[in-house]
């Protein structure tokens, strides 16, 4: 078995893998830091999620400036296609969290726009699982 497929061929990974969900949402120059911003704040009015700092040069294993939003594997189904029509060109890094933060940056991820790089060497390959952060926004609109 390979790091990348912990589970014996023909034996599928369970959903309960997946503590939680991170979208990375990445910008690069002014508009886009506008659009991001526009983003952020819809996302807030939408969505019970967790909005990260914003992070204006790279950190970990993230190449460009972004912020993450973590949210529950409940809203996933509504979230992200929402994110899939609003991104604006952004490139946006969806992950499950579960026990391999290594994997579930570089092999189990979904993008929305452009791919980025993933500097995944600077990740483990074990850890807890993250469960969705606690929420700091109060929807008042519908998706």
Same mark, same amino acid.
């Given at each position: ?5 912990? /589970? +014996?061929?023909?034996? +599928?990974?369970?959903?309960?893998? $997946? ?5 990375? #949402?990445?910008?690069? @120059?002014?508009?886009? !830091? ?8 819809? #996302? ?5 999620? !967790? %909005?990260?700092?914003?992070? @204006?040069?790279?950190?970990? =294993? ?10 529950? /594997?409940? $809203? ?6 929402? %994110?899939? %029509?609003?991104?604006? &060109?952004?490139? $946006?890094?969806?992950? +499950?969290? /579960?026990?391999? =933060?290594?994997? @579930?940056? /570089?092999? @189990? =991820?979904?993008?929305? &726009? !452009?791919? %980025?790089?993933?500097? &995944?060497?600077?990740? &483990? ?13 109060? =929807?008042?609109?519908?998706?």
């Amino acid at each position: 078995m390979s790091k990348a497929n912990p /589970t +014996p061929a023909g034996q +599928p990974r369970p959903l309960a893998e $997946i503590a939680s969900y991170h979208a990375h #949402i990445y910008f690069g @120059d002014a508009a886009q !830091r506008r659009h991001a911003e526009w983003l952020r704040q819809r #996302i807030g009015e939408r969505f019970r999620v !967790r %909005l990260g700092s914003w992070r @204006d040069e790279p950190v970990g =294993p993230h190449e460009q400036a972004m912020y993450q939003v973590s949210f529950a /594997t409940e $809203i996933f189904a509504t979230l992200v296609p929402w %994110l899939m %029509l609003n991104h604006g &060109g952004l490139s $946006i890094l969806v992950h +499950p969290n /579960t026990t391999n =933060p290594k994997r @579930d940056h /570089t092999v @189990d =991820p979904i993008w929305i &726009g !452009r791919s %980025l790089g993933v500097h &995944g060497e600077v990740l &483990g390959e074990e850890d807890e699982a993250e469960e969705a952060l606690e929420v700091n926004t109060q =929807p008042t609109l519908e998706a």
